[in-house]
């Protein structure tokens, strides 16, 4: 099975005057194509370093970060801007949607900057069905639910086919009911399209509905129940059904 992220030794160092906090000390993680995988633990432990790192949005201090073979830690500005539009998909906690656009300017945006703002449509149509929001695109965030906005904001990530789709606390502002919603259909936007997931998340609840679990504390990877075998093969992506 295809690598698609991978990080060696990867730290991240933050100062402020003569203090040094070790935010991640050494990681090292490999993400094969299609896999949906929870990276999880307390505040504090590094995830949040650790996603704004996978998704080119920090730099490391130390180690490397390969996405499809390339080493992005060494990249300047302008090449994890690329990176970041043409590779990554993101999902964040509070949404995140453009207040004065529809949901689908909100999704149009995103591929105006992708550059493939008339490409797509059959997927995007695809994505659209699945997160149940084909009615929804002529209204403004405020006319929607939360559970609706966080489906338009991963509709928008998803938009453009990215290798990979890193959703940081992707349910932590949604009532149980919703966040059962959200997390059975990135379940099956994995099954259907075979999409690369990162979850990142400190709610042991949301990792039954992934096929991997990574644990850090302490800057450091603490458990991994890879399921991969040695040759690359997948043993069993049975998960419990929330449907």
């Known amino acids: 099975m295809k690598t698609l992220l991978e990080t060696i030794d990867l730290r991240k160092t933050y100062k402020s005057g003569k203090i040094s906090v070790e935010a991640l000390r050494g ?3 490999r993400i094969r194509e299609g896999e949906l995988t929870a990276i999880m633990g307390p505040s504090g432990c590094g ?3 650790l996603m704004h790192i996978l998704g080119a949005m920090t730099k490391a201090t130390a180690g490397k970060v390969l996405i499809e073979g390339s080493d992005i830690a060494g990249m300047g500005d302008d090449e994890l801007t690329r990176i970041r539009r043409e590779k990554i998909g993101f999902v964040f906690q509070k949404f ?16 105006y900057l992708h550059g493939s703002r008339n490409g797509h449509e059959a997927h995007l149509a695809e994505i659209l069905q699945l997160l149940m929001i084909e009615d929804k695109m002529r209204r403004k965030p405020f006319e929607l639910s939360g559970g609706e906005q966080q489906r338009v904001a991963i509709a ?9 789709l890193l959703a940081d606390e ?3 502002s949604l009532d149980s009911r919703n966040s059962e919603i959200v997390l059975n259909m990135f379940r099956e936007l994995n099954r259907r399209f075979r999409q690369t997931i990162i979850l990142v998340t400190h709610n ?3 990792v039954t509905y992934t096929d991997r679990l990574v644990e850090m504390r302490d800057g450091l990877i603490v458990s991994d129940n890879d399921p991969w075998d040695t040759d690359g093969e997948l043993a069993d992506r049975s998960a419990p059904s929330h449907v």
């Open 96 to 111: 995140n949607l453009l207040p004065t656009l529809t949901a689908r300017g909100n999704i149009d945006v995103a591929r």
């Open 156 to 164: 928008r990530a998803l938009a453009v086919k990215p290798a990979i």
């Open 170 to 172: 992707p349910t932590g």
């Open 47 to 49: 995830k949040s370093s």
């Open 204 to 206: 042991p609840e949301l």
């Open 27 to 29: 990681i090292n993680l």
